[in-house]
């Protein structure tokens, strides 16, 4: 009889595979058995997982919701049997990531991270299009918006916002726009990270509540039962240290 785990990795197993078939033949049992377990998973959480048909295999919502948890749970597992292999190690190799172009404002944070782990090489691609992380070989990539590659586990890293901003000194010599129309009467640009020079006083904030559109900083990289160590090393040093929103 499968124990929980058991049951789990034949549901993430199936649900990457599509088929109880492959699946059966990947952890060395019979398709019936896989079947089995992921009905009893189903009966005991109270929900179906997958829809099933003789032609085709598909994810429910819960089921894409569970898979990514369970995605977690063994990425977990998998990283504390890679911590005691890896404790003595010095990490090493290239690490291919992908940026937006306006991710060249992070440089400074991956500059430190260079700079920590000198013996991580950094392979960096800038780009906008949407990137196919797990074909074209990405370790980690970072990327706005909702995610929808179930191949991928990601983390959050800030939130962004839009901000019309101005110098105190061009205000005092055009005035204060005080709504969206006023702007056509004054000269704009587009600009994108600006935070540090509203703290600082260089620039100042306008029409903020008629701004509503915002969105999310995410670092993605492929779901795996083994996480590389630099590239666990690359997201835990994002999280700590980039300040976003």
């Keep these: 009889m499968m124990d929980r785990l058991g049951a789990l990795n034949a549901f993430m197993r199936a649900a990457e595979t599509c088929s109880f078939v492959a699946t059966g ?3 060395g049992i019979s398709a019936s058995a896989v079947g089995k ?3 009893r998973l189903e009966e005991r959480l109270g929900v179906r997982l997958l829809h099933r048909s003789t032609r085709s295999m598909t994810l429910t919502a819960e089921g894409t919701t569970f898979l990514d948890h369970c995605r977690r749970i063994f990425d977990e597992v998998d990283a504390a049997e890679a911590m005691l292999f890896q404790a003595s190690d010095k990490p090493s190799g290239v690490l ?3 940026l937006p ?3 060249m404002l992070l440089m400074p944070v991956i500059a430190a991270f260079m700079k920590t782990w000198p013996d991580i090489r950094m392979d960096i691609d800038f780009t906008d299009r949407m990137v196919a992380v797990i074909e074209e070989g990405f370790d980690a990539v970072i990327r706005t ?3 929808a590659d179930t191949r991928l586990m990601h983390r959050k890293l800030g939130v962004f916002r839009h901000r019309i901003v ?3 000194a061009y ?3 055009h005035g204060t726009p005080l709504t969206p129309e006023d702007l056509l009467d004054h000269a704009c640009l ?13 620039l100042v904030p306008l029409l903020d509540d008629m701004l509503i559109d915002a969105g999310s900083f995410r670092v993605l990289w492929p779901a795996s039962r083994y996480l590389p160590h630099k590239t666990r090393l690359f997201i835990d040093f994002l999280t700590e240290h980039l300040v976003l929103g």
């Design 101 to 103: 172009i306006a991710g």
């Design 171 to 173: 205000l005092a010599q």
């Design 190 to 202: 587009p600009p994108f990270a600006v935070n540090r020079k509203i703290e600082a006083g260089t």
């Design 25 to 27: 033949r990947d952890l």
């Design 96 to 98: 291919r990531v992908s």
């Design 166 to 168: 101005a110098s105190p």
């Design 37 to 39: 377990a992921i009905a």
């Design 145 to 147: 918006g909702e995610i």
